[in-house]
């Protein structure tokens, strides 16, 4: 996937769907993991509101700055340690029960990649098992 800006949220619920249904599996789990450090997959509501906050919270306790005055880590010559921070907070990855072939997920769940070091190409992996 490719996240044209430096953050933005993705839905990753109709490919999963979509995964789950060709895989056959009726009772399991799926793990959907961000396979970058400055990424993350998480669930939560599919609601623009939310989202924007999201992003103005996690600006407020990591705040972008390329400088390496405030992270040690851009005097590595990086610009991200705020991306790697905001990860750490929402986390790698999600794993979700399958039932009867489906997602097993609550009413308002809604599986999420949530890029913050964005504008080139990224993976994320899901595995499913069960029966």
């Known amino acids: 996937m490719e996240v044209p800006e430096r953050r933005g949220i993705v839905s990753l619920q109709g490919e999963v769907e979509r995964l789950v249904s060709e895989s056959g599996v009726r009772e399991g789990l799926v793990l959907v993991n961000a396979m970058h450090i400055t990424a993350s997959v998480f669930i939560n509501d599919d609601e623009s509101g939310l989202h924007a906050d999201y992003d103005?919270?996690?600006e407020n306790l990591a705040p972008f700055d390329?400088?390496?005055r405030r992270y040690a880590h851009n005097r590595t010559g990086e610009d991200n340690a705020d991306a790697h921070l905001k990860r750490q907070?929402?986390?790698r990855e999600v794993v979700v029960a399958i039932t009867d072939g489906k997602l097993h997920l609550g009413p308002w769940?809604?599986?999420f990649y949530y890029e913050f070091d964005g504008r080139r190409r990224k993976r994320v992996l899901v595995k499913i098992i069960g029966e």
């Open 89 to 91: 907070v929402m986390g």
């Open 66 to 68: 390329a400088s390496p």
């Open 56 to 58: 103005k919270w996690l």
């Open 109 to 111: 769940e809604h599986i």
